[in-house]
């Protein structure tokens, strides 16, 4: 089940890793495209499938190739945590999941450019670092006890580290920055009051919402020694980059829309131009985010 389902999402990821890559190639010129953030995208669906294929891998292993041959049959070789291709599978969901938070980290750095702000969610991740490492390398090893239980061997006190960090990580830096950005949106409404909000705000909140719902899912299921914790621990995979990837997908059909709408209208008038001279001064700081993600959201002046 765990593996349909990351199939799934695996596909809907594929598709906007696509809309992605188009995003920054085919609509911007070969100047002005970010290929830090191309590296990242490129990097986060090498991984996330890498990650189906092993676990492809596995399931034919435990349900064909070992069904026969393997002591106690297909039940006891999945309940065989040192198994190489599930140790490559954690393996996997740590790199993953330091990416997803280092890009959050990134994106808090870039709104409010002040290093201080940061220096707890670095330490924070780097705990998301130990505790991973610390789990994979303690489920590679052999169990003395308790070794056919996943949640009660030595192993399950590091996977509860590293999902509590990774949550509150997510958590600070997604709020430090939906802080940072609606500060700024209440400054800009004091100055040219509109309804078309800078969707910025809210693209962010999704997408955090989106993968620590995932995480909290899986910690939660551990908790409570749920199988369920085997199906969230591959979904989190494909939600990390659908997460990355609809921050930039949203933000442009954002752009196209309000272009669209400008063009229905004939243009805007010099009372607006001048309107919206004002009114994008205070948006710098979210134009300087969206410009260093590689999505301009408009050429504001300096502020």
Known sequence: MSTLLEGILYGFSVLMFIGTMWIFTYKRRTRNTNRPTIAVAALLFILSTSHIAVGI???????????????????????DLTQETFVVKNAILVLQTLLGDGVVIYRCYVVWQSIRVIILPCIMWCGVAAFGVCMVYSMSQPQTDNSTNFFLNAAAQWIMA??????????????????????????????????????????LVDAAVLYSAAVCSSLISFI????????????????????????????????????????????TTETERRSSHYHMQPLHTINLYTQNSGISLADSPKV
């Open 57 to 79: 891998i596995r399931v034919e292993n435990g349900l064909v190739k070992y069904r026969d041959t393997f002591p106690g049959g297909p039940v006891a070789f999945f309940a």
């Open 224 to 267: 409570c020694s749920s199988s369920g914790m085997y199906v969230m621990a591959d979904l989190v995979i494909p939600i990390i980059p659908i997460a990355f990837y609809m921050v930039f997908i949203r933000i442009a059909t954002s752009q196209n829309n309000q272009a669209y709408a400008s063009t229905v209208r004939g243009g």
């Open 162 to 203: 590293f999902l509590a960090f990774t949550i509150a990580t997510n958590l600070l830096s997604s709020g430090l920055l939906a802080y940072r950005i609606w500060m700024i949106e209440r400054k800009v409404s004091t100055i040219h009051a509109t309804k078309n909000k800078t969707p910025v705000l809210r693209v």
